[in-house]
């Protein structure tokens, strides 16, 4: 079923995203939604999200409601193309910063938006991997090996896939489309797989995704900052490895200030991963006291000054 949180009076700009499950959609409302809704008010942006999978699971290409994501803007097509014209789809594990600007603001929508988890990084994709399995090795597991899974290079990524490489990975977690001009693109590419389609994202969509955008001549890629799909896990890495300390990782008033302070310079954080990093934006400290514009307006101006 799909419900409309926030209807925007004077465009047809929507975020959209599907959670599924009653544990998924609790999580979703009570840790992220409140940012959204925030962020919907201050820009006038539509919102929306869907509770139920996109095909019926007898299909034989029925898949994990990760691969949902491509059905949904066929689905809004066909019932609200007169209400909705471009959007934003987000996984539910992303918070948005009080501070974070119009995501359609500069969108083409000619174009598909998309944020690359490779290029344009706060430092090189292989120094952050490396820090990343260094800490896990470390203070996590003895047997997490070095090289992995998150260092694999793009070869070897699309190869282990059984498709031709291509020149960027992108996450995702964030994409903006036009309903009409890409709804069918999306929804094709679902079809293309049975059910069961084995990829190193737990049966995601991602590498698939990423080979027919990037491969299609219809398909024109808009590049967006880094800052609207910062990823948390390159966050903890670079500025605040500590958490991976015994006496640190449990500490959600310390964790919630370290979320706070990736928001002051980025604008999406996204807690992609199934490991503890991935689970530390279910916080009740997060914004408990002050979740506004004026306080991180005045918390950005004051560092800026300094």
Known sequence: MLYFLRKPKKNK??????????????????YALPSWKYYCDR?????????KFLDNEKSQCFKTPTWHRL?????LFLNFKSKIENVCFLDTD???????PNVFQNFDNKCVGLISVRKNLPASFDLINRKIAVFRKKFLDTSYPLKGILNYSLEELYKIHNLKTQKDEFCAGV???NLKRYNDFFYKIYFLYKKNTWSITRGGCQTHLNYHLQSSKKVRIQRFNYKFQAIWLYEMALKFPFLYLKKYKSDQKLIAKCIESSLLENHFLHFAGSLFEGKMWKNNY???????????????NSIMNI
């Open 43 to 51: 820009h006038d942006i539509g919102l929306v999200y869907y509770n």
């Open 94 to 100: 992303i918070i948005i910063s009080p501070i974070a």
């Open 286 to 300: 997060l914004f408990d006291e002050n979740f506004n514009l004026p306080f991180f307006k005045k918390m950005k």
């Open 13 to 30: 700009n929507y975020i959209i995203t599907i959670a599924i499950g009653k544990k998924h959609i609790k999580d979703w409302k009570r």
């Open 175 to 177: 994409f903006l489309f």
């Open 71 to 75: 059905l949904i803007g066929k689905f």
